[in-house]
């Protein structure tokens, strides 16, 4: 990726990401009480910026390996 899209990209990935498991593990923690929407707002608040550093971090980590795991498969096909 170039561009503003660097940027976005990791932003965006880690607010989904960031949503869906605080979600999940204040559901598993709490269960659901009368106050859960808050809870989990102040996890979601407090998990975001954390998972975008981290994001930014484990993007290019990741395409590297991608690379290197795809390096050895297709030096198997040929």
Known sequence: MTGPA???FPILM???MA?????LVTALNLG???DFMRRW???FVIAWPCAAV???IAIPVARRGTAAI????QGHEA
């Open 6 to 8: 660097r940027y976005i």
């Open 14 to 16: 880690s607010g989904v």
């Open 19 to 23: 949503f869906l498991m605080t979600a």
């Open 32 to 34: 659901f009480p009368p």
């Open 41 to 43: 707002a102040i996890a």
């Open 54 to 56: 981290a994001a930014f």
């Open 70 to 73: 795809l390096r050895i498969f």
